[in-house]
């Protein structure tokens, strides 16, 4: 142990560094910030590390070659040893990374941290989920695999939109006319050199600040920030009731750190690693594109926006957001930190947790898009063809061989793009059917060119057997008194 | 005799000028470089074969694919690039891009109802390329096409995408529906 103490020595002579990492280290925290909220932080640091070296070790073996990455990537699945789990732990690791940073980001807000003096640690902070979300999606790019290729055709299709500069701007994104080569090799540099460095440099100034400006006191109800006093208020509380951050304060970091790496290597293990699913080969269109689950609300999303306003929304959605963010420290620096004193901040988690957690889940159920085999894969069930007429049934066969089962269910089977059929007799009479058929309308295309009048007349037969059995169908009065009285 | 610490100052301060003017020198080039998949690339009228006529027939669409005039040796497969030839009748065709006027996400041809269905987000498109329903704002993207020699050809160098200047002024390599 003396050896020890004596080689420190040596070397803190010379480095003369000893000093003030311990008092970094020993730095006074107030007592109650030892706690299971304030460790996120150290949590997503913790994560990013561990991507550094899974990423690291990964690059020992990527080809970032538009003809090779997606071969490399099987051979690491396959033939490398551990090459599975490390890409395992890489993308389970960014996963985590991503929700650790948005929990990070709720905890802070709530215990209203970024009130003065942190506004720049806040601002940083903005730039890191955002630096996070770029190294999520450029990951995901990197797979390159048919997601990642259809994923750049989105990417590149919503950044055209922008006036003036899109058609650049994809150029640029691409790094050339198509998907390709060049685009793979510009998103490894940014994924590999560009965003990683500047994720180091900004966590580095945000530590910083945390160090300089201290950890954010824990909020008590009634305990007013205000400009003029806080910077004494915050000294008093952390020399009078202060404790050393280590050890003190660290340990619940520590623990906390080490069970996500856990559940990251249990995920890793149990889970396996993310695709790659089929090679990017653009002449291969029997897919169905989905990116990664931090970016299944934007999915969604692009489903749902009414075309006439999705460029706009597109366009200035983010830059709104991204305003509101920058501005926050600003426009709320002072004032109560608790929650609890609050209300608009709660209630204003709570709605976008609402919204972006309600499309992520459509995001992973896409009702919106027509399930393309549905029409020879899934069958109609028997029970509503059984006791037809010879009619009906035609109007069966015609209703899977035009593909309407690719976007309207029966029995819980096929699309669900329009509504399901199982009960339609109920909502329309035949003549609401046959004109729905032939001309469309609400989001349907019109089938009047596709269907002769004998395969209509056979479709709405069938679609008029579908009802419960103790309920009749829907039927026009006035056509039942014609019917019946003349006209 | 002049001050030598101002004239030290003066030194430092003429050594920042001229590293200044060496950066200028030097940010040309890597502008240029940085540019490069904005310019226009070299190959970008040529015309693309997509076969013999015979292979298209009357009334149908099919799928076809060509290599992309502008190549990188690193491409592999992602230069082949797919698209849906219609032939009306002998003389008249549509060749339509694969990617829907949506998000770019490939579009499939379904014969027997006479549509296009994308999987992305349900875009609709007619036979003709027209929109029928979803999300598209516009009909699909239709490349130039000539026929010479028993062949047919097109003009293709770039991805189509969505954006307001594209390919909507008939001069572009594509036009609109």
């Known amino acids: 142990m003396r050896l020890v103490g004596r080689v420190s020595r040596w070397f803190d002579d010379r480095f003369q560094l000893g000093a003030s990492i311990k008092a970094t280290m020993e730095h006074p925290v107030p007592r109650r910030t030892a706690s299971w909220f304030y460790v996120f932080g150290s949590a997503a640091m913790t994560v990013f590390a561990l991507q550094l070296v899974t990423g690291i070790l ?33 993308g389970w690791g960014s996963n985590f990374m991503v929700a650790i940073v948005l929990v990070h980001m709720v905890q802070v807000f709530l215990f209203g941290a970024h009130k003065f003096p942190r506004e720049l640690t806040w601002l940083i902070g903005v730039f890191l989920l955002l630096f996070t979300l770029g190294m999520a999606f450029s990951g995901q790019i990197l797979r390159f695999d048919q997601d990642a290729y259809w994923g750049l055709g989105i990417g590149a299709s919503i950044a055209s939109r922008i006036p003036l500069i899109g058609q650049t701007l994809v150029k640029l994104l691409l790094g050339g006319p198509i998907i390709a080569g060049a685009t793979l090799a510009r998103f490894f ?3 590999v050199f560009v965003v990683p460095a500047l994720l180091i440099l900004f966590v580095s100034l945000h530590v910083i600040l945390v160090l300089k400006l201290g950890i954010n006191d824990w909020p008590m109800p009634g305990r007013i920030v205000r400009r003029s006093t806080y910077l004494q208020e915050y000294k008093e509380l952390t020399h009078r009731d202060g404790i050393p951050f280590v050890p003190s304060a660290v340990g619940k970091d520590i623990i906390f750190s080490g069970a996500i790496l856990l559940a990251i290597a249990a995920c890793a293990f149990f889970f396996g690693p993310f695709g790659p699913k089929g090679p990017p080969d653009p002449t291969i269109i029997q897919t169905a594109p989905r990116p990664d689950f931090f970016f299944l609300w934007l999915y969604a999303l692009l489903s749902y926006l009414p075309p006439s306003a999705e460029t706009p929304i597109l366009i200035i ?51 919106w898009s027509p399930k393309m ?70 989001n349907m295309p019109a089938y009047g060119k596709n269907l002769s009048p004998a395969e209509t007349a056979a479709l709405v037969a069938f679609m008029e057997t579908l009802h419960p059995p103790g309920q009749a169908p829907a039927i026009d009065a006035s056509q039942v008194a014609v019917d019946k009285h003349g006209p | 005799m002049a001050d030598p610490i101002s004239r030290r100052s003066a030194l430092a301060r003429i050594g920042l000028i001229f590293n200044g003017v060496v950066a200028a020198v030097l940010a040309v080039p890597v502008v240029k470089y940085l540019k490069s998949p ?74 027997q109802s006479n549509l296009f269905l994308c999987p992305c ?34 003009q293709a160098q770039e991805m189509p995408t969505p954006g307001p200047t594209a390919y909507n002024d008939g001069k572009r390599h594509l036009k609109c529906v």
């Open chain 2, 121 to 154: 987000h349900g875009g609709a498109y007619y036979a003709d390329g027209s929109r029928a329903s979803g999300p598209p704002e516009r009909g699909l993207f239709e490349y130039v096409y000539r026929i010479e020699g028993n062949e047919l050809w097109i």
């Open chain 1, 317 to 367: 959605g983010p830059a709104i957001g991204l305003a509101v963010l920058f501005a926050l420290p600003f426009i709320s620096g002072e004032g109560e930190k608790s929650w609890k004193r609050r209300p608009i901040a709660v209630l204003t988690i709570i709605l976008v947790v609402g919204i972006f957690g309600s499309l992520t889940k459509l995001g992973l159920h896409t009702p």
């Open chain 1, 58 to 90: 990964l690059a020992f073996q990527y080809v970032p070659s538009a003809g090779e990455a997606w071969n490399g990537l099987q051979a690491l699945n396959q033939q490398v040893s551990s090459g599975w789990f490390i890409r395992a732990l890489h």
């Open chain 2, 38 to 111: 904005t310019r226009k690339p070299a190959k970008a009228d040529d015309w693309i074969s997509l076969g013999p006529l015979s292979q298209f027939p009357v009334g149908e669409t099919r799928m076809a694919a060509f290599r992309n005039p502008v190549v990188n040796p690193s491409d592999g497969k992602t230069a082949d690039i797919p698209c849906w030839v219609r032939r009306v009748d002998e003389r008249k065709f549509q060749v339509f891009a694969i990617n829907c006027a949506h998000l770019g996400c490939p579009v499939r041809w379904f014969a």
């Open chain 1, 189 to 191: 540099a940014l994924h």
């Open chain 1, 373 to 442: 085999d549905a029409w020879s894969g899934e069958p109609i069930p028997e029970k509503m063809l059984a006791d037809r007429t010879p009619l009906e049934r035609q109007g069966a066969l015609v209703f899977k061989a035009k593909q309407c089962h690719n976007c309207h269910a029966l029995g819980g089977t096929g699309g669900e793009r329009g509504p399901a059929l199982d009960v339609v007799a109920v909502r329309l009479t035949k003549d609401q059917l046959i004109r729905q058929v032939i001309q469309g309308g609400g």
